[in-house]
């Protein structure tokens, strides 16, 4: 655990929680961290492009039920370290973080919950370290498995993937989404939302975690990682309790592999949002605040 001198005050002041630095698997990560500290732990994990602040709408109901709420920005985002070698965004490397911060509170075990790449992680942490996850919270991202056969078979989830093609490009993805104050990341995730998901002032906070130094960079490296290694699980079926929270408008990935993913579990259960998008949390923060409460109580 981080000493006293590597916590500051958390850096959005209408979100409750401590900004608490903690040394994981060789690196350094910045997380928020609010409720009981002997409360049952819950560990949020973001995807892409957000940072810890993609879950504030959670963090406080999920604290006031009494639940030790930690929230990491994952490594490459915001605040968090950004190594240089592609090796370092494999996905097991990402899994790993997760374990050690686990190891680094002081918890055998912990509730994990993630969306979209933060639930990618989620679901390898579940499949390769089973006995350190009591309950697995996932948020509109398929099983890997489930995952890596539709990319096979169905034509129509290539095309909506198309992006994972292009952030391969060699700088070109850092260049062009930095443009204009980051204006394509803006609109794609207005245009991929309900209307009104995002304010202003969100998207102010966004553009401060984007333009750390080194962040968009250390973002994109997750997928060209992953393109690299294409990993496979070791093992495909989910041994701890499973909530899977999906949006049905989601614009990036089709809702038919929710139910897929499901199957992969020994214990999965699917909540179907039919009027939300990829940005459920965002969306419907008092549904999903609900369903992961009662879940994780279960």
């Not at 919950?113 to 992680?121: E, F, K, L």
């Not at 539709?150 to 700088?171: I, N």
């Not at 290694?229 to 089709?254: C, M, Y």
Request: hydrophobic share 40%; aromatic share 10%; net charge negative.
């Amino acid at each position: 655990m981080a000493s006293d001198t590597d916590t500051e005050t958390a850096p959005v002041t209408d979100v409750p929680g401590e900004s608490t630095y903690v040394e994981t698997n060789g690196i350094r990560l910045h997380t928020v961290q609010a409720g009981p500290e002997d409360g049952p732990l819950v560990v949020l994990l973001h995807g892409f492009p957000e940072f810890w602040y993609g879950w504030h709408d959670q963090i406080r109901p999920l604290a006031n039920a009494g639940f030790r709420v930690v929230v990491p920005d994952q490594r490459g985002y915001n605040l968090s370290d950004k190594p240089d070698d592609l090796s370092a965004y494999d996905i097991d490397e990402l899994a790993a973080d997760v374990v050690g911060l686990l190891d680094a509170l002081g918890r055998d075990t912990a509730a994990v919950v993630g969306h979209d790449w933060g639930a990618a992680v989620a679901w390898w942490v579940a499949l390769h370290y089973p006995d350190r996850v009591d309950h697995l919270g996932i948020i509109n991202v398929p099983h890997p498995t489930v995952f890596r056969r539709t990319l096979k078979r169905s034509v129509s989830q290539k095309l909506r993937s198309w992006y994972m093609g292009f952030f391969q490009v060699p700088q070109v993805p850092e260049r062009l989404s930095k443009a204009g104050d980051f204006r394509l990341l803006v609109r794609t995730m207005r245009q991929s939302s309900e209307p009104g998901t995002f304010s202003r002032s969100d998207f102010e906070r966004y553009r401060q975690a984007w333009g750390q130094p080194g962040a968009f960079t250390g973002m994109v490296n997750w997928y060209r990682a992953v393109a690299r290694s294409r990993p496979n699980p070791e093992n495909g079926h989910v041994k701890p309790p499973t909530l899977v929270i999906w949006g049905a408008k989601d614009q990036f990935l089709k809702k038919s592999m929710a139910r897929e993913s499901v199957d992969m579990c020994e214990h999965g259960r699917l909540v179907m949002l039919d009027d939300a998008t990829h940005w459920v949390q965002h969306e419907h923060p008092v549904r999903v605040s609900q369903l992961l409460k009662e879940f994780l109580a279960e």
